[in-house]
């Protein structure tokens, strides 16, 4: 054979000889053929001239006209039959530890289809005698059951030629060597004449593999070589890409290509359950082992590949569970959905959906699984056909598994499985769907499978060490000291190494040293034959569009790169959006008078809080998003500490306590620690129940606020001893038209009782206040606005306006007396503020003002943009 032949000589040669051509898989005979009549000296040839090896060596199996083929739902079957009988299998299962039987049902289906192998005396007498009757014991059995249930296991078939085969064919296995079946399969039918096995061609030894550092400089530089050919008008059928490690690397394969602005079409579908409608499935058992917890519940509910009918509510029942701090629920017993919701008809249709996914995990046949589905189906789903995305139906696949499992349940005599949905869900997660995509794109096929095809330009990456390995173990199961032959190891790495270097075009064979799993090595053979070449970027020259675009912004010169095809697409989409001046961008130009209108009450008024007039003073375009817009910051997630629970908690607490004792004797303060001691214990109660939000968080609420809530105690004796609370919780508001100032405050308490002419105002903080002191420039005015709501039109003054943080369990004072400097700077500010505000919100100038300190906490910087990048 010559050296210089190449992948496609190799094979036209072989169809040009007559004969049919058997090839590794169906997707290289198809490949071969279209590639005949394209480059062939004939330019047309019959489809069967090239067959798959599968197809081939079904030629030579026994028919059964009476029996059908064991598959692995039958071999599981078979496992789960034999454990149930209480067979016991001394090696494989550990009789100490019954509960992890279940685990070990899916490995020994794997090792039914290679028993007769290993049951040969050659191997036995290798094995220890406890292996050895395991062996022997699934054997008899599995025969036995094969037999009761009319199957036959394909494996166990020994090939030969039949009697009314056409002699006058010949047939040719192509790179035979690839396959480390068909030596064995050429024996076993006594080397006919008709057969013939042909290796792969000699490597060619100019290909080196490219080692790049890590994956991500690997996809990035193979995908701008693609860019390249593409722009250089290279039909995508030409290049065929390969790749190892497809279920790690696919996924950043697939988002870097549309990056570059290059069409994939994988030709290695994805498991079942990575699809919207399989995933749905994996969902519900999640939520089942879960018991219910929230983050399992926002994953279900929240996935909007699911065809809800309802997902208002969803959004509804997951905000509730958020705000109570709920983090899980229960299959049985006490539920924290159940006793801390607070909202029957939400509680109602969790009991409703919680019992359905139950009855679903739970069900023991298929016909009664089929049943609970549909029903959940009918109750949650929108009344029209679920396809997911288009050009997929995984959903009907998956009712379709559910039909073979119930055809093997049937064939093996099994009435009923426990738990039969997470059966369904393991045989789901080993099939793989691929859907048919109408555009074309470049091929990309999983190694060793894209080794023996042929292309214009050919791109194989991560061909490490390992994840290049190609060996066949049929026999994996056992002891590693067993010689390979006895194991029947056979090793085709290299020779799946020497045609990939094989094409009629150009090669691109890298891997790479680091990915997310860790480190990786190069192969060997590669190492060995001295033909690594190590990826060395051209720092100086800037050749990446996308790398480009960054230096650009950063530089402000334009780089001598052409623009990807989707670069130019979303610059002309941003031309029309985020880069074009808008009139109504009202975060750079005032608001419209019709707009300015929709700020006012039905009086005509401008209502402002304390919290709307801070707001307004850090920045004028939030304070419009939240009022005029009325968008809300919610909470998704149920933080580890719920800190604004924990302050309503201790806000409770004092306006309890306080609204008892309303005068305060400091000759009491035993008495009163104890009583906000036994306060705290009842509020802790009333807000998380007797044992949320959960053991651990609970103990830390205890121990880091039980004793601090008396603290203040000491500072109320020092500030105002003998005072009066006369007010809790209460609102004041305060007309000075158009202007409507409101306000909530926390405490009023009167230092002259009975008069009530000498008030002071507390507010109580968790945490650390904004203000301690009065400075040139308020960052809060939330007591002066207080002091403001008390003080106007009334005959009262507010002397003392104190904030009480729990957390330095001490009081901050601004100001002390109804003089005090700091007292009658806060009112100027105040008032110089008002009028500000007035004017602005009159003229409609609620433009953003921008600064680091503000915007980086803003909840509306995706809505202003200022602070953004636009490219």
């Known amino acids: ?98 509960e992890m039987n279940n685990r070990v049902k899916g490995y020994l289906a794997k090792v039914l289809p290679s028993l007769r192998e290993a049951c040969q005396e050659e191997v036995l007498s290798n094995l220890d005698s406890a292996m050895k009757q395991d062996l022997l014991v699934l054997y008899g059995q599995y025969q036995q059951f094969l037999d009761e249930h009319l199957l036959f296991e394909p494996r166990y ?166 705000s109570q701090s709920i983090m899980h629920g229960s299959l049985y017993g006490e539920d924290q959905y159940s006793s801390l919701l607070g909202d029957w008809e939400l509680q109602m249709w969790y009991e409703g959906l919680k019992q359905s996914i139950i009855a679903i995990v739970q069900a023991e046949d298929i016909e009664d699984l089929r049943r609970k589905i549909n029903h959940f189906q009918d109750t949650y789903f929108i009344p029209t056909q679920w396809v997911g995305t288009p050009g997929e139906d995984v959903y009907a696949f998956c009712l379709d598994a559910m039909a073979q499992v119930g055809d093997a349940m049937e064939k093996t005599g099994i009435t009923s499985y426990p738990r039969i949905f997470s059966f369904l869900l393991a045989h789901l997660q080993n099939k793989r769907y691929v859907f048919q995509q109408k555009s074309e794109g470049i091929a990309v096929y999983g190694w060793p499978q894209v080794s023996v095809l042929n292309a214009d330009y050919l791109f194989i990456l991560a061909l490490d060490q390992e994840g290049a390995r190609c060996v066949e173990r049929p026999l994996d199961f056992l002891p590693q000291q067993i010689e390979k032959a006895l194991r029947r190891e056979v090793d085709t790495t290299e020779a799946h190494f ?85 009139a109504d961008d009202y975060t750079r130009h005032p608001i419209k008078p019709d707009l300015v209108a929709r700020l006012k009450d039905e009086k005509g008024r401008f209502p402002f ?36 629970k ?77 005072g009066r609370s006369i007010a809790f919780e209460e609102s004041y508001e305060v007309e000075q038209f ?21 008030l002071a105002v507390i507010d109580y903080k968790k945490g650390v206040p904004e203000v301690k002191r009065v400075s040139g420039h308020l960052e809060s005015f939330q007591l002066p606005v207080y002091r403001f709501l008390l003080t106007h039109d009334r005959d009262v003054s507010v002397s003392n306006a104190s904030y009480y943080s729990v957390k330095d369990e001490k009081y901050y004072t601004l100001w002390a007396r109804e003089d005090d400097p700091s007292a009658l700077l806060c009112e100027e500010q105040l008032q110089q503020r008002m009028e500000n505000l007035l004017d602005a919100v009159q003229g409609g100038h609620l433009m953003a003002t921008p600064s680091k300190k503000h915007c980086g906490t803003c909840p509306y910087r995706s809505l202003c943009r200022r602070r953004y990048a636009t490219l």
């Open 738 to 758: 158009p202007l409507l100032i409101n306000g909530r405050i926390d405490r009023v308490i009167s230092l002259n009782p009975p008069e009530d002419t000498k």
């Open 157 to 322: 078939e020994k090939p030969s030629i039949p009697d009314d085969w056409d002699t006058g064919k010949s047939y040719c296995i192509l790179f035979s060597d690839t396959n480390p079946e068909a030596e064995s399969l050429y024996e076993q039918l006594g080397r006919p004449s008709f057969m013939e096995l042909r290796k792969a061609p000699e490597e060619d030894p100019s290909v080196c593999l490219e080692v790049f550092p890590n994956h991500l400089v690997e996809i990035k530089q193979t995908l701008k070589r693609v860019r390249d050919l593409l722009d250089a008008g290279v039909e995508t059928h030409q290049i065929v890409i390969g790749s190892t490690a497809t279920d790690t690397l696919m996924d950043v394969l697939r988002e870097e290509a549309m990056l570059y602005g290059i069409p994939l079409t994988v030709r290695e579908g994805k498991s079942v359950l990575a699809y919207s409608s399989g995933r749905f499935l994996s969902l519900l058992q999640e939520v089942y082992d879960e018991q219910f917890s929230l983050e399992s519940l926002k994953s279900l509910l929240l996935d909007p590949g699911i065809p809800w009918a309802e997902g208002e509510k969803h959004r509804v029942f997951i905000k509730r569970a958020v």
């Open 1 to 98: 054979m010559s050296l210089s032949q190449t992948k496609r000589s190799y094979v036209h040669e072989a169809f040009d000889q007559g004969l049919i051509c058997v090839f590794p898989t169906e997707v290289a005979a198809r490949s071969y053929l279209t590639d005949y009549a394209l480059h062939g000296k004939h330019h047309a040839i019959l489809a069967e001239r090239a067959i798959s090896y599968d197809t081939f060596r079904g030629y030579f199996l026994p028919h059964h006209e009476t029996m059908v083929p064991a598959n692995s739902l039958t071999r599981q079957l078979f496992i789960h039959q034999l454990l149930e009988s209480g067979s016991l299998l001394r090696c494989f299962l550990n009789p100490t530890y019954p």
């Open 646 to 722: 924990i302050g309503m908690l201790l806000h409770s607490v004092y306006q309890r306590f306080f609204s008892e004792i309303r005068d305060y004797d400091p000759r009491k303060m035993e008495l009163y620690r104890e009583r906000l001691y036994t306060l705290f214990d009842e509020c802790l109660v009333s807000y998380y129940g007797q044992r949320g939000p959960s053991p651990s968080m609970r103990s830390w609420i205890i121990a880091s606020y039980r004793e601090k809530v008396a603290s203040i105690l000491d500072g109320e004796s020092a500030l105002f001893a003998h």
């Open 609 to 644: 809080s304390p919290t709307g007039i801070d707001q307004f003073d850090h920045c004028p375009y939030a304070w419009l998003a939240r009022y005029l817009y009325g968008l809300k910051t919610e909470e998704y997630e149920v933080q580890p500490v719920d800190h604004q």
């Open 498 to 582: 020497r045609c990939a270097t094989l094409a009629e075009g150009k090669r691109f064979l890298s891997c790479h040293m680091r990915r997310y799993e860790g480190e990786m090595m190069v192969p060997s053979y590669f190492l060995q034959h001295g033909r690594l070449s190590l990826y060395e970027p051209n720092l100086d020259a800037i050749t990446d569009p996308l790398a480009a675009e960054l230096f650009l912004y950063k530089h402000t010169v334009l780089p001598d790169v052409k623009a990807t095809a989707s670069q130019r697409d979303w610059f002309l989409a941003a031309k029309k959006t985020v880069l074009a001046e808008r």
